[in-house]
């Protein structure tokens, strides 16, 4: 009778740890100890010489059955399906993206100035080279029919733009060739590893390439970025971008010609309520162009999506005017 039990208790003892192990619930060493303690309160009231040897052995074979039981949990491996962790569904897609902010030079008929435009193209590691192929042979382009990119190099933040010299062939006036000069500069510049940008003709900067296309000419090479002659869109956000989870606090990031430099900026859910709203102030305000950052604090809600608005309000009546509109999702 006592035998019995006592292989009943092993077989228990062995049947927990094993759940505790396919469960992947860890199992402490203080556990194990206490779970042993009871065990052997449990043996201990068994006495007399007949089962006095037999008790020593099952307590031997239910520490090491213990111990096994453990040592097999702290090694188990967790099983991990790749297409489950988070953002692996869309690690295709994502891949197959990219967003390229160019910049097209815009004639009014007294201005000129530049206007940033944001496309998605398919994925490409040449992000440098598909920019400026869309940039040159673009509809709005004032590129010279038969301008081509021959090869661009990137080194320490540099990029030096090889062209073909049917480049030069371009007529637009002293303001349309510095706002074009600008456009190639701000377009690449927006790459993280470009800061500023130098061009070549044939593998060449001397004679007629130097003086590019007859006003400005490239004799102040390498040019840097510059956005003060960017009046469209009134305000872009670089941060966060379109269904990204939102983070809390939700850091937001971009750019406005705006009235006093003010903007502002309220996310809504699915249903259209405000959940949290802020504001700051751009480097500068109209007419001149500036940065903005700012962070909102919020509650995400537990289901849904979510909508980023920035705008700049109306000094008149105080209403919403050039609203960019950012889907999100929560965290």
Known sequence: MNYLFIKDLLQYARKEIFTLCMEKIPVKWYTVIYFLLINISILSIYKGSEVLRLRYKVLFLLILSLVIAVAGCSTREPSV?????????????????VNLALYFVKFTADDAYLVR???????????ATTAMTELIKDSKSIFAPGTEVLGITIENGLATVNFNDQVLAANVGAAGEELGIQSIVNTLTELPNIEKVAFQVDGKTEGRAMDWWGHVGL????????????????IWVTHPTPNQVASVPLLIKGSARVFEGTVSARLLDEKGNVLAESSATATAGAPER?????????????????VLEVYWASPKDGSMLDTVSIPLQWP
């Open 81 to 97: 399906v790749e297409s489950e962790q988070p953002g692996n569904a869309n690690a295709e897609q994502k891949q197959q993206d």
């Open 117 to 127: 435009e944001v496309r998605s193209i398919p994925y490409t590691k040449d992000v």
């Open 219 to 234: 004799y102040e090479q390498p040019f840097s970025r510059d956005l003060s002659k960017v009046y469209e869109p009134t």
């Open 290 to 306: 500036g940065n903005f950052e700012m962070s909102i604090k919020f509650a995400p809600p537990a289901e849904g999506h979510g």
